[in-house]
C-alpha cells in the first residue's frame, strides 16, 4: 500500500515574483528588522538554490522555502546568543501576525476613544513591552522571543541553544513572572 501524492517540482527562476513578499513578511515579524529579514530571505533563495537537487517533491515549493527560512532565522539567533554575536533584537507585539502578543494583549483596554488615541496607546505599549524585554538577561529574552512569540517548537530552541526542556520552560516561566512585573509597573500602574 504506497500511498501517492502529488510531485511538486521547484521553479527558482519564479521565487522572487512569488514567494519574496511572503518570506520577507514572515522573518520581519520574527526578526523585527526589514534589513535583517532581507538578508534571510536572500539566504534562503541561495540556500535553496544550493539544496535544490536534495528537493524530493513531498512538500510544496513555498512551504519548503519557508522550512529553509526558519532554519535561517534559527541560525540568526544562535548567533546572537553566541559570544561573537551579541546584536539587538527586538520583537513587535502589534505587528501583522495573528499570534503575537496574545498573552498581554487580554489585559489592554477594550474601548478606545478615536483611533489617534488608539495609535498611540498602542506604541506606548509596544515601547513598554520591548523595554520589559530589554531588561530580562539575554538568554531569558532570546528563549522568550523564540518560544512565546515565534513559536519555535520546544525541541529547535533545545537543540539550537543547548539546553534541556525543563531548562527551557524555567527559563520561560521566570522571563514571564519578570515581564509580568515590570509590565504591573511600568505599564498598568502609571
Known amino acids: 500500500m504506497s500511498e501517492t501524492f502529488k510531485k511538486h517540482t521547484l521553479n527558482p527562476d519564479k521565487w522572487i515574483d ?19 529579514a532581507k538578508d534571510l530571505v536572500q539566504e534562503t533563495f541561495f540556500a535553496g538554490l544550493k539544496s535544490a537537487k536534495n528537493f524530493e517533491g513531498k512538500a510544496a515549493e513555498r512551504t519548503w522555502l519557508v522550512a529553509i527560512l526558519k532554519r535561517k532565522i534559527i541560525d540568526h539567533y544562535r548567533k546572537i546568543n553566541s559570544n561573537k554575536g551579541k546584536a539587538e533584537v527586538r520583537m513587535s507585539f502589534y505587528d501583522d501576525g495573528d499570534k503575537e502578543g ?33 531588561k530580562l538577561p539575554e538568554k531569558y529574552a532570546i528563549v522568550f522571543r523564540m518560544k512565546t512569540i515565534q513559536e519555535f517548537e520546544t ?11 525543563s531548562n527551557l520552560w524555567v527559563i520561560i516561566h521566570r522571563a514571564r513572572t519578570q515581564l509580568r512585573k515590570c509590565m504591573e509597573d511600568n505599564w498598568f500602574n502609571n
Open 102 to 134: 496574545n498573552w498581554i494583549e487580554e489585559r489592554v483596554p477594550q474601548s478606545w476613544q478615536n483611533e489617534a488615541d488608539k495609535m498611540i496607546e498602542s506604541t506606548e505599549l509596544k515601547s513598554t513591552i520591548e523595554q520589559c524585554i530589554d
Open 155 to 165: 525541541e529547535e530552541i533545545c537543540k539550537e541553544l543547548n539546553i534541556t526542556a
Open 18 to 36: 512569488n514567494y519574496a513578499d511572503y518570506l520577507f513578511n514572515y522573518a520581519v515579524t520574527r526578526v523585527n528588522n526589514s534589513d535583517t
